[in-house]
Nanobody
Framework: QVQLVESGGGFVQAGGSARLSCAAS????????MGWFRQAPGKEREFVSA????????KYADSVKGRFTISRDNVKNTVYLQMNSLKPEDTAVYYC????????????????????WGQGTQVTVSS
């Protein structure tokens, strides 16, 4: 059974930092693109970041560019999201995703492009 399990969410003050981890099990994701989405209350799920299977190429939503950093460790089958300078508008449930391809070098940013989803971890940023 394939599982993506997120951890590292919680309450953070505005301007603070948090690091999310996503541990994958059941299959290796070392040849798959992985990423993060988020969903705030009353809003649609949105793309946050993606990373290629080598980790050499990344993409970020404009709203988090320069503040968030995605990385991965293929030996540990784990992907990370380092979040700095957090804002109240970053409050959301964050979902780890995997199983996407990077066709022609284009980063997968749509929900349907990812086969596997974690259950999500809540990040709440207080002002």
């Amino acid at each position: 059974q394939v599982q993506l399990v997120e951890s590292g969410g919680g309450f953070v003050q505005a301007g603070g930092s948090a690091r999310l981890s996503c541990a994958a099990s059941g299959r290796t994701f070392s040849r798959d693109g992985m990423g993060w989405f988020r969903q705030a209350p009353g809003k649609e799920r949105e793309f946050v970041s993606a990373i290629s299977w080598t980790g050499g190429t990344t993409k970020y939503a404009d709203s988090v560019k320069g503040r968030f950093t995605i990385s991965r460790d293929n030996v540990k089958n784990t992907v990370y999201l380092q979040m700095n300078s957090l804002k109240p508008e970053d409050t959301a449930v964050y979902y780890c995703v995997g199983g996407a391809g990077w066709a022609n070098g284009r980063a997968p940013t749509r929900t349907y492009e990812y086969t596997y989803w974690g259950q999500g971890t809540q990040v709440t940023v207080s002002s």
